[in-house]
């Protein structure tokens, strides 16, 4: 499969998943969380109308926690902490 194949698939997987829906809260990870996960920085945890969950990692594979940019200038980056 091509790159722009790839790019496709996953670009229609992911609108399928957020497109149309709102963020109803945005909060941190909790503790309980973060045992779950194996990690020790909690991420920003966007919360959708349909109950969805949505965070940023460091890699595919979970290693870590992530953290945000945005085209904000007050905030350009949301930490991970």
Request: no cysteine; aromatic share 4%; charged share 25%.
């Amino acid at each position: 499969m091509g790159r722009s194949n790839v790019t496709e698939t996953w670009t229609k997987k992911a609108s399928e998943l957020l497109v149309g829906k709102t963020i109803v809260s945005v909060r941190y990870m909790t503790a309980e969380e973060l045992q779950e996960v194996g990690w020790v920085r909690s991420t920003l945890v966007v919360e959708l109308s349909d109950g969805t969950l949505v965070w940023p990692m460091s890699d595919e594979a979970g290693n870590d926690a992530g953290v945000l940019q945005t085209t904000d200038n007050k905030l350009p980056t949301i930490p991970r902490i």
